[in-house]
């Protein structure tokens, strides 16, 4: 396994591998969303990787060049984290975490590090040293409850 850098000739399998995961961890108006962001481009994005085989993606935001969900003055945090629906429970969703904590220390140490997930994943998140900040029912919609949470350390 390997974690790479996004390029735009990524756009299609990054967009196959959401859909992979519709409906059951995002909704499907979220698409253009999401297609956006790889899109623009302005915030570093990768790729887990068996072999030739692009497995999931996920990336990270910035907060003051331009997020308007911030809670914070300064926060960072992950964006649109997946692993393809065929691929889940296999260690490559831990990687990929594991590979943004890291960058995220190293690179924003005077950052809060948040994630917005649903409740189909926030213990998932758990794991790996985030608490819930804020909770809202059916934040994202469709059924779907929106935990911010906070990373305060490794467990």
């Given at each position: 396994?390997?974690?790479?850098?996004?390029?735009?000739?990524?756009?299609?399998?990054?967009?196959?591998?959401f859909d992979s995961n519709c409906p059951s961890y995002?909704?499907?108006?979220?698409?253009?969303?999401?297609?956006?962001?790889?899109?623009?481009?302005?915030?570093?994005?990768?790729?887990?990787?068996?072999?030739?085989?692009?497995?999931?993606?996920?990336?990270?935001?910035?907060?003051?060049?331009?997020?308007?969900?911030?809670?914070?003055?300064?926060?960072?945090?992950?964006?649109?984290?997946?692993?393809?629906?065929?691929?889940?429970?296999?260690?490559?969703?831990?990687?990929?975490?594991?590979?943004?904590?890291?960058?995220?220390?190293?690179?924003?140490?005077?950052?809060?590090?948040?994630?917005?997930t649903t409740q189909n994943t926030n213990k998932f998140?758990?794991?790996?040293?985030?608490?819930?900040?804020?909770?809202?029912?059916?934040?994202?919609?469709?059924?779907?409850?929106?935990?911010?949470?906070?990373?305060?350390?490794?467990?």
């Amino acid at each position: 396994m390997q974690i790479i850098l996004y390029t735009s000739e990524d756009l299609p399998k990054c967009l196959e591998i959401f859909d992979s995961n519709c409906p059951s961890y995002f909704n499907e108006h979220e698409r253009f969303e999401f297609e956006n962001f790889l899109k623009e481009n302005k915030f570093p994005y990768w790729l887990v990787t068996e072999g030739d085989k692009i497995v999931g993606c996920g990336g990270i935001y910035i907060s003051d060049t331009d997020f308007e969900r911030a809670e914070f003055d300064k926060e960072v945090g992950f964006a649109w984290g997946m692993i393809h629906q065929d691929e889940h429970k296999k260690g490559y969703g831990k990687a990929l975490s594991k590979f943004r904590i890291q960058f995220l220390k190293e690179n924003f140490p005077d950052y809060q590090k948040v994630l917005r997930t649903t409740q189909n994943t926030n213990k998932f998140f758990e794991k790996f040293g985030f608490t819930t900040y804020k909770f809202v029912e059916n934040g994202f919609g469709g059924g779907f409850d929106k935990y911010v949470m906070v990373y305060q350390k490794e467990s």
